[in-house]
């Protein structure tokens, strides 16, 4: 149990500010859930895409989850590789890739807040 008078009742934690107990605190077990996207929103997403319009997706999702979903519903087409893909492919650290090099992004909401107008620009081109 937590010590009542550092962490009372409805106490937020912030993943970004980590200061909560991190030791003497056993594992009660794990939940899994999936919430699949719906059935129509790949042939939704092709649709636009033959319209010529540019699909992004904006999700409160892990990245990891997101770029799965990305890849499921056609968001992200098959060959098309993020920065840590082609990292991942050529065995590389993520910083040594080239953005302008890849044809996928995903970008969490604590980067997005950091970036500016032109970042942001590039990202979408």
Do not use: W
């Not at 009742?9 to 912030?14: A, L, P, R």
């Not at 030791?23 to 929103?41: C, H, K, W, Y």
């Not at 770029?67 to 993020?82: D, L, N």
């Amino acid at each position: 149990m937590l010590p009542k008078d550092k962490y009372p009742k409805g106490t937020t934690f912030d993943q970004d500010n980590i200061e909560f107990t991190k030791e003497g605190l056993t594992f009660a077990g794990l939940i899994s859930m999936i919430d699949p996207p719906r059935p129509g929103v790949p042939a939704a997403v092709q649709m636009c895409r033959q319209a010529g319009i540019k699909v992004v997706m904006v999700t409160g999702d892990h990245p990891i989850t997101a770029k799965a979903i990305a890849r499921k519903v056609g968001i992200i087409s098959e060959g098309c590789e993020t920065v840590e893909d082609k990292a991942k492919r050529l065995k590389m650290d993520v910083e040594d890739v080239d953005p302008a090099d890849c044809s996928a992004a995903v970008v969490n909401g604590a980067e997005l807040l950091e970036m500016s107008t032109p970042e942001l620009d590039d990202v979408l081109r």
